[in-house]
């Protein structure tokens, strides 16, 4: 629960001191009036991920070599 809240709340502009202002549902959640659909990707086990969105959204997850990554940077 506290992934989705804290979604909604990044996406809000808002702080902490508001989460229990978010109200959840099964698939979104509501701020201010403002309707959040809530996507759930699976990034690792025991890892919990929530991403709040205002409009219609996809989301894919894919895994990288993150030194590879980094190398790049350089």
């Given at each position: 629960l506290w992934t989705?809240?804290?979604?909604?709340?990044?996406?809000?502009?808002?702080?902490?001191?508001?989460a229990g202002e978010v109200m959840l549902e099964v698939d979104s959640a509501l701020l201010w009036g403002v309707r959040y659909s809530l996507l759930r990707p699976f990034v690792a086990t025991d890892c919990s991920c929530t991403v709040?969105?205002?409009?219609p959204a996809r989301l894919?997850?894919?895994?990288?070599?993150?030194?590879?990554?980094l190398d790049a940077l350089d």
């Open positions: 989705a809240k804290e979604a909604v709340l990044k996406a809000a502009g808002a702080g902490v001191a508001q709040a969105a205002t409009r894919s997850v894919r895994e990288v070599d993150a030194a590879s990554i």
